[in-house]
Protein backbone atom coordinates (compact mmCIF):
# COMPACT_ATOMS: atom_id res chain seq x y z
CA UNK A 1 0.00 0.00 0.00
CA UNK A 2 1.55 3.29 -1.19
CA UNK A 3 0.39 6.52 1.43
CA UNK A 4 1.65 9.81 0.46
CA UNK A 5 0.52 12.99 3.22
CA UNK A 6 0.36 16.28 2.02
CA UNK A 7 0.79 19.22 4.08
CA UNK A 8 -0.10 22.83 3.51
CA UNK A 9 2.80 24.79 4.47
CA UNK A 10 2.27 28.66 6.11
CA UNK A 11 3.93 29.75 2.96
CA UNK A 12 1.22 27.71 0.35
CA UNK A 13 -1.56 30.54 2.62
CA UNK A 14 -0.06 33.35 1.73
CA UNK A 15 0.29 32.48 -2.23
CA UNK A 16 -3.67 31.67 -1.99
CA UNK A 17 -4.88 34.75 -0.44
CA UNK A 18 -2.62 36.59 -3.26
CA UNK A 19 -4.20 34.77 -5.86
CA UNK A 20 -7.72 35.02 -3.99
CA UNK A 21 -6.93 39.30 -4.06
CA UNK A 22 -5.89 38.66 -8.13
CA UNK A 23 -9.46 37.53 -8.63
CA UNK A 24 -11.21 39.98 -6.82
CA UNK A 25 -9.19 42.78 -8.27
CA UNK A 26 -9.29 41.32 -11.79
CA UNK A 27 -13.31 40.78 -11.33
CA UNK A 28 -13.17 45.03 -10.01
CA UNK A 29 -11.50 45.68 -13.47
CA UNK A 30 -13.63 43.66 -15.54
CA UNK A 31 -16.54 44.94 -14.03
CA UNK A 32 -15.64 48.58 -14.65
CA UNK A 33 -14.20 47.77 -18.23
CA UNK A 34 -17.92 46.59 -19.28
CA UNK A 35 -19.23 50.10 -17.34
CA UNK A 36 -16.35 51.91 -19.47
CA UNK A 37 -17.68 50.55 -22.30
CA UNK A 38 -21.25 50.76 -22.10
CA UNK A 39 -20.55 54.67 -21.57
CA UNK A 40 -18.61 55.11 -24.92
CA UNK A 41 -21.52 53.43 -26.28
CA UNK A 42 -24.49 55.96 -24.84
CA UNK A 43 -22.27 58.70 -26.05
CA UNK A 44 -22.44 57.72 -29.24
CA UNK A 45 -26.18 56.72 -29.29
CA UNK A 46 -26.76 59.87 -27.31
CA UNK A 47 -28.87 62.28 -29.72
CA UNK A 48 -26.62 64.92 -30.56
CA UNK A 49 -27.49 69.05 -30.91
CA UNK A 50 -25.24 70.89 -28.64
CA UNK A 51 -23.06 68.17 -27.51
CA UNK A 52 -23.76 68.82 -23.63
CA UNK A 53 -26.08 65.52 -23.26
CA UNK A 54 -23.27 63.81 -24.56
CA UNK A 55 -20.95 65.45 -22.41
CA UNK A 56 -22.89 64.70 -19.14
CA UNK A 57 -22.64 60.84 -19.79
CA UNK A 58 -20.26 58.85 -17.36
CA UNK A 59 -19.96 55.43 -15.78
CA UNK A 60 -19.24 55.15 -12.03
CA UNK A 61 -19.08 52.35 -9.57
CA UNK A 62 -21.53 53.30 -6.82
CA UNK A 63 -20.85 49.75 -4.83
CA UNK A 64 -19.26 46.61 -4.39
CA UNK A 65 -19.53 45.39 -8.03
CA UNK A 66 -22.25 47.95 -8.39
CA UNK A 67 -22.06 50.40 -11.16
CA UNK A 68 -24.05 52.87 -13.22
CA UNK A 69 -23.88 54.88 -16.29
CA UNK A 70 -25.68 58.04 -15.75
CA UNK A 71 -26.50 61.28 -18.05
CA UNK A 72 -26.77 64.48 -15.77
CA UNK A 73 -27.90 66.98 -18.33
CA UNK A 74 -30.95 68.03 -16.45
CA UNK A 75 -33.48 67.23 -19.67
CA UNK A 76 -32.01 63.35 -20.15
CA UNK A 77 -34.48 61.59 -18.69
CA UNK A 78 -37.38 63.13 -20.81
CA UNK A 79 -35.18 62.21 -23.68
CA UNK A 80 -34.40 58.53 -22.55
CA UNK A 81 -37.77 58.37 -21.36
CA UNK A 82 -39.90 59.92 -23.68
CA UNK A 83 -42.62 62.71 -22.65
CA UNK A 84 -46.81 63.15 -22.99
CA UNK A 85 -48.41 60.18 -24.66
CA UNK A 86 -44.88 58.51 -25.19
CA UNK A 87 -43.83 59.03 -21.59
CA UNK A 88 -44.22 57.02 -18.41
CA UNK A 89 -47.40 59.11 -17.17
CA UNK A 90 -49.18 58.09 -20.83
CA UNK A 91 -51.11 62.07 -20.83
CA UNK A 92 -50.96 64.43 -23.71
CA UNK A 93 -49.01 67.52 -22.94
CA UNK A 94 -51.55 70.76 -22.57
CA UNK A 95 -50.01 73.88 -22.50
CA UNK A 96 -51.80 77.16 -20.89
CA UNK A 97 -51.08 80.56 -20.89
CA UNK A 98 -49.78 81.19 -16.96
CA UNK A 99 -50.20 85.07 -17.22
CA UNK A 100 -52.09 86.33 -20.68
CA UNK A 101 -55.71 85.11 -21.46
CA UNK A 102 -54.10 83.09 -24.71
CA UNK A 103 -51.07 81.90 -26.63
CA UNK A 104 -48.93 82.98 -29.68
CA UNK A 105 -45.87 82.75 -30.69
CA UNK A 106 -44.31 84.32 -34.34
CA UNK A 107 -45.95 82.15 -37.04
CA UNK A 108 -49.66 81.31 -35.85
CA UNK A 109 -52.47 82.30 -37.39
CA UNK A 110 -54.50 83.51 -34.09
CA UNK A 111 -53.82 83.89 -30.01
CA UNK A 112 -55.06 79.98 -28.60
CA UNK A 113 -56.42 78.87 -25.57
CA UNK A 114 -54.41 76.37 -25.30
CA UNK A 115 -52.35 74.25 -26.84
CA UNK A 116 -52.21 69.99 -26.77
CA UNK A 117 -48.86 68.41 -27.98
CA UNK A 118 -48.26 64.72 -28.06
CA UNK A 119 -44.97 64.96 -26.22
CA UNK A 120 -41.93 62.98 -27.67
CA UNK A 121 -40.87 59.37 -28.41
CA UNK A 122 -38.02 57.76 -25.98
CA UNK A 123 -34.60 57.38 -27.46
CA UNK A 124 -33.32 54.60 -24.54
CA UNK A 125 -29.26 55.72 -25.24
CA UNK A 126 -28.02 54.36 -22.30
CA UNK A 127 -30.55 51.20 -22.43
CA UNK A 128 -29.47 50.39 -26.02
CA UNK A 129 -26.21 50.76 -24.92
CA UNK A 130 -26.03 47.78 -22.22
CA UNK A 131 -27.86 46.04 -25.19
CA UNK A 132 -24.91 46.76 -27.82
CA UNK A 133 -22.29 46.25 -25.48
CA UNK A 134 -20.33 42.69 -25.59
CA UNK A 135 -20.52 42.12 -21.75
CA UNK A 136 -18.25 39.04 -21.84
CA UNK A 137 -15.29 40.73 -24.48
CA UNK A 138 -15.65 43.86 -22.27
CA UNK A 139 -15.22 41.93 -18.86
CA UNK A 140 -12.11 39.63 -19.96
CA UNK A 141 -10.62 42.55 -21.40
CA UNK A 142 -10.69 44.30 -18.37
CA UNK A 143 -10.27 41.40 -15.93
CA UNK A 144 -6.92 40.54 -17.69
CA UNK A 145 -5.28 43.88 -18.01
CA UNK A 146 -3.74 43.57 -14.66
CA UNK A 147 -1.19 41.10 -16.53
Do not use: C
Request: hydrophobic share 40%; no cysteine.
Amino acid sequence: MISIKLKISPGIKTVIEAVRSEIQSGIDRGFLSVLERAEEEAKTLAPYRTGRLRDSISAYLTGKRQGAVVAKAPYSSFLHEGTGIYGPHKKAIVIVPQEKEALWWKGALHPVKMVVVKGIKPIPFIKRAFQNTLIKTAFEKGFKKGD
